[in-house]
């Protein structure tokens, strides 16, 4: 392939017909590699609310990354790229970001996916050795993505502004020290600054076990009162292993919430409203399995409520991938008590077959007296979710989706959801790339 000058990146961005940029001679970018994602999608909610009409979003997505080798400079890349999302003029759902659609007289229901474009990439990447330097804007997950994600289900996904270090020099060893200063997207909001601080550290003894420790110091900007923030900390175990036919895997986490070390936007009156308090606790035990393509789990989540007096708080995942968690309806609620989540599942896999999976949630509070209110039921609902995915025959880098989750109204008097909730979604997924 030909190379090209500086002035023509941006249209070899979008067609990814090149090899290499340069200027004067001199390469700038070379080896470069586009990656790309187009990701159409349908989705039906009905919020249960009587006020409201249902909601039928008509989105895509799609995100161009590219990577190149900069300047010669071994183990130096750069990469630069777009999330664009896409409603085709539809309006007939509300998004969330200020512009209110009617069914007549009454507004839709919100699909959180409006119809913007951002940078989701602007990074570089320097790699010697074992250790790998990071910094600007890209995308961050950690472990399953409880604590630190990037909400990837909504359309407009999270990117974080940061700048790490990586190292992997000791066998089994994995270390990650981060300072995220900012971060975008799920939304329509600008950039939200942040002073927040990833510590991560991860060792595999062996296939049954992976021990992983962490400490997620996290303050962001919230509003014009003042921002918020708290420390989590905690301790994963990991691990799968085979027992009488099945592929069993488990997972064992305590974490606990403490009062922020880190802070912004930490004005007088976020401090006298306790944004940066915490006291707070988490567990997660799950147990799953796989025999011969049946597929089995139960698990159990617990997140601490805040207790009568106000000395305890609500556990919280503000930087969370929430949707993989609680119910895809993404109804229940940790406020007013906490929330436990005892959910179990059934489903089944096979090359060719796909995937299918169905799950049902059990909600109930942690705690019922809180700040002074006495609630008189636990009862925080119940969800029954079903996905089945599955290659498209014929072409690669593509796959197919439906999905569906039926969330069943708390208890008036339990300080949870108390609508039913439906939501349905059909989706299309095509990955490519120059590699």
């Known amino acids: 392939m030909k ?90 759902y509300n998004a969330g970001d200020g512009n209110v659609y009617y069914d007549g007289s009454k507004p839709y229901a919100t699909v959180g996916d409006p119809q913007t474009a951002m940078l989701s990439n602007a990074e570089l990447n320097y790699k010697i050795g074992d250790t790998l330097l990071h910094a600007g804007r890209g995308q961050v997950n950690l472990d399953n993505q409880r604590f630190i994600g990037t909400v990837g289900w909504r359309q407009l996904e999270r990117s974080y502004d940061s700048v790490f270090v990586a190292n992997n020099s000791i066998k089994n060893l994995s270390v990650l020290a981060a300072w995220v200063y900012g971060f975008q997207g799920v939304n329509a909001n600008p950039t939200t ?26 303050a962001a900007k919230k509003d014009t009162v003042g921002g918020f923030g708290n420390d989590t900390y905690g301790l994963a175990l990991t691990g799968n292993f085979a027992l009488s036919g099945a592929k069993l895997d488990y997972r064992a986490e305590y974490a606990v919430q403490k009062d922020a070390t880190m802070k912004i936007q930490d004005t007088p009156a976020a401090v006298a409203a306790g944004r940066f308090k915490a006291d707070a606790y ?25 207790n009568a ?39 089944y896999t096979a090359k060719g077959f796909g995937k299918l999976l169905a799950v049902y949630h059990d909600f109930t509070a942690d705690t019922t007296s ?14 029954i979710d079903v ?49």
Request: aromatic share 10%; hydrophobic share 40%; proline share 1%.
């Open 3 to 92: 190379k090209i000058t500086m002035s023509a990146v941006a249209l070899t961005a979008i067609m990814g017909s090149f090899n290499s940029v340069s200027a004067d001679g001199i390469n700038i970018l070379d080896d470069l590699v586009l990656d790309g994602e187009i990701r159409p999608r349908y989705e039906m909610v009905d919020d249960g609310d009587i006020n409201t009409a249902n909601a039928d979003a008509y989105t895509a997505r799609t995100k161009l990354k590219v990577t190149g080798k900069l300047m010669d400079i071994e183990g130096l890349t750069a990469s630069v790229g777009i999330i664009s999302v896409n409603n085709f003029g539809s309006h007939t």
């Open 193 to 218: 600054d942040a002073n927040t601080v990833l510590l991560h550290a991860a060792y595999t003894v062996n296939d049954m076990l992976k021990v992983t420790a962490y400490d997620y110091m996290i």
């Open 282 to 306: 988490y567990y997660n035990l799950d147990l799953g399995a796989n025999i011969s393509g049946i597929l089995a789990g139960v698990n159990y989540e617990l997140l601490s409520g805040a």
């Open 309 to 347: 007096t106000g000395t305890e708080t609500n556990f919280t995942t503000p930087l969370a991938t929430g949707h993989k968690f609680n119910g895809w309806a993404d109804s229940a609620s940790s406020a007013n008590g906490g929330l436990i989540d005892f959910n179990v599942r059934l489903g």
């Open 370 to 383: 809180v700040n002074g209110t006495t609630y008189t039921s636990d009862d925080k609902g119940s969800e």
């Open 387 to 435: 996905v089945y995915v599955n290659k498209v025959p014929g072409v690669n880098g593509l796959t197919g989706m439906l999905k569906y989750a039926d969330f069943s109204k708390a208890d008036i008097n339990s300080g949870g959801t108390t609508r039913d909730v439906t939501k349905f979604w059909a989706m299309l997924d095509y990955k490519f790339s120059t590699k």
